[in-house]
């Protein structure tokens, strides 16, 4: 099976996550959009969904979906989401899309976090995906020196030839070379720098559910 079909796969497979009668949370990404895809299948059954981007916004109302503001509606049972990298605890690696900080804050809105990755997502330990962290710009360079202390190198984001812009109107860093041994404390830690608006480790929003493609078909991975 191709990863694309694994997505499709587990972007199917997540609708039995989905509460008839409820606003579902959604994320972003090429795994959420053919859960985006199958959501349109059943959406007669759901008043719509809270966004996690400008992206799947789009894709979520081009197929007729209605979506709602995070700040409108209360607490979601479900959010659904991709992940860069996933632990054996569930805790995530995520941002590769941007839009990771729209994402934690659905993700801490909802009751229950479903991860859905290819296989190749799963790992030992997280840290060889590049990490994203979204910042505002005037801090960039101390941060920069920041993740250098750490042993890390962050480059800004491109896109065009120029820093990228997040939904939020900020940058990202990708930074490599980092080992995270302890997600919860670096979650905690990076999160503290000023300037930093979220890092992309999910380890106090990790997931509890992960429906992980794999060729023999999904595997359910509660945690
Ligand atoms: C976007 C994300 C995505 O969930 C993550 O990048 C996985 O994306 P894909 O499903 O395309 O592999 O965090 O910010």
């Known amino acids: 099976m191709t990863q694309d079909e694994l997505k499709a796969l587990v972007g199917q497979a997540a609708l039995q996550y989905v509460t008839p009668g ?72 995520k941002g590769g899309g941007a839009a990771l900080t729209r994402e934690k ?19 030992a330990a997280l840290g060889a995906f590049p990490l994203p962290v979204e910042v505002i710009p005037m801090a960039t360079a101390r941060l920069v020196r920041q993740f250098d202390a750490m042993g890390g190198t962050a480059r800004v984001r491109l896109k065009d030839g120029a820093p990228l812009v997040t939904d939020n109107g900020q940058h990202i860093l990708d930074v490599t070379g980092l080992r995270i041994s302890d997600p919860l404390g ?38």
């Open 22 to 93: 409820e606003i579902v949370g959604v994320g972003t990404g090429s795994t959420v959009n053919k859960f985006i895809d199958a959501l349109a299948t059943i959406k007669d059954q759901i008043p719509g969904a809270v966004s996690s981007s400008e992206a799947s916004t789009a894709r979520l109302k081009a197929l007729g979906i209605p979506v709602f503001e995070a700040n409108d509606v209360g607490e979601l049972s479900v959010y659904i989401d991709g992940a860069d990298e996933i632990d054996a605890q569930g805790h995530m690696v």
């Open 105 to 123: 804050i659905v993700a801490a809105q909802s009751r229950r976090f479903v991860c859905i990755a290819d296989e190749t997502k799963m790992v």
């Open 186 to 223: 670096f979650e905690s830690t990076v999160n503290q720098w000023p300037g930093v608006v979220t890092v992309g480790v999910f380890a106090h929003q990790r997931a509890n559910v992960c429906l992980l493609g794999t060729s023999s078909g999904v595997k359910t991975l509660n945690f």
